[in-house]
């Protein structure tokens, strides 16, 4: 069973929204924080946005500060990421990714190897 399952990636004019949704019912141990990673082709990974499973605190990076919500339904075990007002720049894969002790803050700065990662989904974003 995959620990993480991402869905929700598509193809969406600029100006456009989309949710993506990240199963995280196959971890069965505590975690801390889950987040959002993104890879466009020729680019590094970005981290994109987190949520402390305790507390619920939210981060973003500062290219999707108001037009990214990241959310989570505990009863379903899913974190959402929002998108809206999407640009050509964030096409790229996405990745849900989770941690049983890092916080938010050092998770987005994509230098600690994580516990998660998810397979990825695709988001294009395009006329």
């Known amino acids: 069973q995959a620990h993480l399952v991402e869905s929700g990636g598509d193809l969406v004019q600029p100006g456009g929204s989309l949710r993506l949704s990240c199963a995280t019912s196959?971890?069965?141990?505590?975690?801390?924080?889950v987040g959002w990673f993104r890879q466009a082709p020729g680019k590094e990974r970005e981290g994109v946005s987190c949520?402390?499973?305790?507390?619920?605190?939210?981060h973003y990076v500062d290219s999707v500060k108001g037009r990214f919500t990241i959310s989570r339904d505990n009863a379903n075990s899913t974190v959402y990421l929002e998108m809206s007002g999407l640009e050509t720049e964030d096409t790229a894969v996405y990745y849900c990714?989770?941690?049983?002790?890092?916080?938010?803050?050092?998770?987005?700065?994509?230098?600690?190897?994580?516990?998660?990662w998810g397979q990825g989904t695709q988001v294009t974003v395009s006329s």
């Open positions: 990714v989770a941690d049983q002790v890092l916080p938010c803050t050092v998770v987005l700065r994509g230098v600690a190897e994580l516990d998660y």
């Open positions: 196959g971890v069965t141990l505590p975690i801390t924080a």
């Open positions: 949520i402390s499973t305790r507390g619920g605190s939210t």
